[in-house]
């Protein structure tokens, strides 16, 4: 499939991610993400058609949060969306958004993802994952060890070194970003020694509940180009969910959502060697633990390897593959805001606007990821040119459509034929009712009967 | 019906709901205030001139920040009401009473309060009400205790 218009990020833009604001309520920290937008692209909220709001169901106890937020999100009297998909939101946002662009709907929409989670409870929205009829499967949010334990039953105690050494990566990452949540100075030993959660899942290797929101504005190309901010192209996205249940222990037969999602996400680009033709990846990595184990699924590396590029440093900023220069979800997590982040740094990263966390050097192509409820996966990449992606689908019907049509054309013609007298009988039964309309149930009936 | 005879079941939720709602330093002004003054605020936007209650720091139709704020009321007129008749564990007061949506002086949005002291089948759009505050207030929209017909 492709694209009707080519779609480019136009403005980006983010609150504080803080685990505590009591200076202002939902709408004004919507406002502070829209704001940040508006002026890092340029543009007022006239140049926006549309807003695609996204949020965590149940997870702040008011209802449709998107009508509420019109008091900060500038959506008075412009066309709006809400979308809710679970920890993907962020993520589904963009993506909505790219088609609603790209569809030729709209030229200009702008995604919001919000969550200010100290008003509400996480565990309010997410108690009803499990069936409570049939407490079906095993279903959490993110906080699970069993991932973790298949490491460790691999690797031994080396794979917990590495769960906390890329804990302490993003740490260090955070400390470079000013809107990062958690900006802690960590040792892998500081890690190693934090609360058990659940073995080998410790405190420190899971996402804090974080207050924030982020807004993405989506353009389309003819539009992006007179633009005052650098595009950033939408390369392609897809979304995917093939499991009912987590990882529940013995061997696993089937490649994960994330790698399935991964490999047609590279067939359709064309990308065949992900470390060299990817720039920066951002993941939504809830655990380190998880982080760990999807770099494989994501990037097609086997255990070994991504363990040896860990030991390596090779994720790092300054690294061979920079994974999560913002810090990551382990650092910042408002969730509905928090895949719609992974967009939004991946884009900074692409245009070299990231400041202190910037990856020194060009970035052509970024991956951003969304996860949710059970392995639902998002994935998005983002291209500085144009180059080397899809031409935009010209749009020419009328010749597509000709040649076998006329044949069928003319057996559409026959059918209207034997169908007309039947219309006439139809407006014959009107110019007297109750007799004829008998008539016609009893033809009907009899029909039936035969 | 017993138990038995049930030919369809279902299971209790365990749903907790403990929410939190933020009134963040703007409309927090407007609360103390009302405590320690027993003043009602209204915000005033600076583009369109818009005196808001309930308070907010950003006019959404010219969409800039508001820091200005000027004393609206305290006397007002009744836009609309209705009579509650029904008993809920979370309602304010023991019905029946009235609700009703107030136009404080000076304001260009309506505040929804109580209405009492006044038999529910006298209550009119367009009458003058002011309004009763708490004895012990704590920094609450119901620090106004109610709105009354004005003397």
Not at chain 1, 7 to 25: C, F, L, M, T, Y
Not at chain 1, 114 to 142: C, S, V, Y
């Amino acid at each position: 499939m492709s694209k009707n218009r080519q779609v480019a990020i136009v403005g980006i833009g983010q609150s504080k991610h803080r685990g505590h604001r009591p200076d202002i309520n939902q709408a004004e920290l919507v406002r502070e993400a829209v704001e940040d937008a508006l002026q890092d692209s340029g543009l007022s909220l006239k140049d926006i058609d549309c807003i695609v709001h996204g949020d965590m169901e149940l997870f702040e106890g008011i209802h449709q949060p998107d009508m509420w937020h019109t008091l900060g999100d500038g959506g008075f009297l412009k066309s709006g969306f809400r979308i809710t998909t679970g920890g993907t939101t962020g993520a589904t946002i963009a993506c909505a958004s790219d088609n609603l662009v790209a569809s030729g709907y709209y030229d200009v929409v702008m995604a919001i993802g919000f969550e200010k989670q100290e008003e509400g409870h996480t565990t309010t929205g997410i108690t009803n994952m499990a069936d409570p009829l049939w407490m079906r499967e095993i279903q959490t949010g993110a906080i699970t060890g069993s991932t973790g334990l298949e490491w460790v039953n691999e690797f031994g105690e080396r794979a917990e070194w590495a769960a906390a050494k890329l804990r302490v990566m993003a740490a260090d990452n955070a400390r470079r970003n000013p809107k990062a949540h958690l900006r802690l100075n960590l040792t892998e030993q500081d890690v190693m020694n934090s609360r058990l959660l659940a073995y080998p899942l410790r405190l420190l290797h899971m996402c804090p509940e974080s207050n924030g929101a982020c807004a993405v504005i989506f353009a389309t190309g003819e539009k992006a180009k007179k633009f005052p901010q650098k595009p950033v192209w939408v390369w392609d996205h897809i979304t995917m969910h093939r499991e009912e249940t987590f990882y529940r222990g013995g061997p696993r037969k089937d490649p994960l959502t994330q790698e399935v999602a991964a490999r047609r996400l590279f067939a359709k680009t064309g990308i065949k060697n992900p470390l060299k033709e990817i720039g920066v990846f951002e993941m939504y990595d809830p655990s380190s633990w998880w982080l760990l184990d999807w770099l494989g699924n994501f990037l097609l590396l086997d255990r070994k390897t991504v363990l040896e590029m860990v030991e390596k440093n090779e994720f790092a900023i300054e690294g061979k593959f920079p994974v999560n220069p913002s810090g990551g979800v382990v650092s910042t997590n408002p969730i509905g805001a928090t895949a719609l982040i992974r967009v939004a740094e991946a884009g900074l990263q692409v245009r070299g606007d990231a400041g202190e966390h910037q990856v020194p050097r060009n970035i052509e192509v970024a991956m951003a990821s969304g996860f949710g409820g059970t392995f639902w996966t998002v994935l998005m990449l983002l291209k500085k040119s144009l180059d080397g992606m899809k031409p935009v689908k010209v749009a020419t019907p009328a010749k597509a459509a000709k040649p076998k049509p006329k044949a069928k054309a003319k057996s559409k013609k026959a059918k209207v034929k034997r169908g007309k007298p039947k219309m006439k009988v139809k407006i014959k039964v009107r110019k007297s009712k109750p007799a004829r309309i008998k008539v016609k149930k009893g033809k009907a009936k009899a029909g039936r009967r035969k | 019906m017993s138990e038995q005879d049930k030919w369809c079941y279902e299971v209790p939720g365990k749903l907790e709901v403990p929410y939190r709602y933020f009134a963040g330093e703007f409309g927090s002004k407007f609360l103390v205030a009302l405590r320690d003054q027993a003043k009602i605020l209204g915000c005033k936007c600076p583009k369109c001139g818009k005196v808001f209650i309930p308070p907010r720091s950003n006019c959404e139709q010219c969409f800039v920040k508001i820091t200005d704020w000027v004393e609206i009321g305290p006397k007002g007129k009744v836009v609309s009401f209705c009579v509650v008749r029904y008993k809920e564990p979370y309602l304010p007061v023991e019905p029946p009473f009235v609700m009703a949506l107030i136009r404080l002086k000076g304001a260009d949005s309506d505040l929804t309060h109580l209405l009492s002291e006044v038999d529910p089948a006298q209550v009119k759009i367009g009458m003058e009400v002011e309004p009763v505050f708490s004895d012990s207030r704590k920094a609450s929209i119901l620090d106004i205790k109610y709105f009354k017909p004005a003397v």
